[in-house]
């Protein structure tokens, strides 16, 4: 069983266009999150979500919109797609231990993202 | 501001030992994370230190040096297999008490026969 499952795997749209990108874990976490991977591997955290709360919103457009209609699911909803925003769209999840355990992050496969 | 350095790329042999280094300048610390990345795979991940000292784990271990802002990351009898990108992220919670990863740039390791 995929731990951290994300679709589609592949999105192909034009400028413009309103998309959106699934995730769920069945892996009981309560945290779950959603990465921008650039085409230079570069990393970044763009939303967490605790318990179906924000956590983190860094700085991002308010073209996109994350939803978690319970805590195993995080949808990411983003508006208006622009060429920058063609990149590698990574979901993980843990499990936030707020005694200082180790809290790794299990990420999805990614959703490859071309805007035309 | 959060800035995490690493090479870009390196190469090495099999059957070699390879060392990737981190340094890194972040706001605050509560940990730091060691990820690997095949081609058009996801991160998985490979270490954590919290504490100065290495941690070790079968072919894999990692450093950490907190007041240095520095890590590595050491790979023995490196395998084709070893051929991905590595990720040093350092955990830093800020305010919210939950975790925040913020990642390098990643080093791709190219390993030869």
């Known amino acids: 069983d995929t731990a951290v499952s994300q679709t589609p795997k592949y999105l192909v749209t034009q400028m413009g266009n309103d998309k959106s990108i699934k995730c769920e874990q069945n892996?009981?976490?309560?945290?779950m999150y959603w990465y921008k991977q650039d085409s230079k591997k570069f990393l970044k955290i763009m939303f967490s979500?605790?318990?179906?709360?924000?956590?983190i919103n860094e700085t991002v457009p308010n073209r996109f919109s994350p939803k978690s209609p319970d805590k195993a699911h995080l949808n990411l909803h983003i508006n208006s797609l622009e060429l920058g925003d063609s990149a590698v769209y990574f979901c993980?999840?843990?499990?936030?231990?707020?005694?200082?355990?180790?809290?790794?992050?299990?990420f999805g496969a990614g959703t490859r993202l071309s805007v035309l | 501001g959060q800035n995490i350095d690493q090479p870009t790329e390196m190469t090495a042999t099999e059957g070699a030992i390879v060392q990737i280094n981190c340094t890194y300048q972040t706001s605050g610390f509560n940990g730091l994370f060691w990820y690997q990345q095949h081609a058009g795979e996801a991160p998985t991940f490979l270490s954590y230190?919290?504490?100065?000292g290495l941690e070790e784990k079968g072919r894999f271990s990692s450093f950490l040096s907190r007041s240095k802002g520095y890590s590595y990351l050491l790979l023995k009898e490196l395998q084709m297999k070893d051929s991905a990108s590595y990720l040093c992220a350092v955990r830093d919670d800020g305010n919210t008490g939950f975790q925040k990863l913020v990642f390098g740039t990643g080093t791709r390791l190219l390993v030869s026969p």
């Open positions: 993980a999840s843990s499990q936030d231990f707020n005694d200082g355990g180790l809290n790794i992050q299990y």
């Open positions: 979500y605790n318990n179906k709360e924000l956590i």
């Open positions: 230190n919290v504490l100065d």
């Open positions: 892996l009981g976490h309560d945290t």
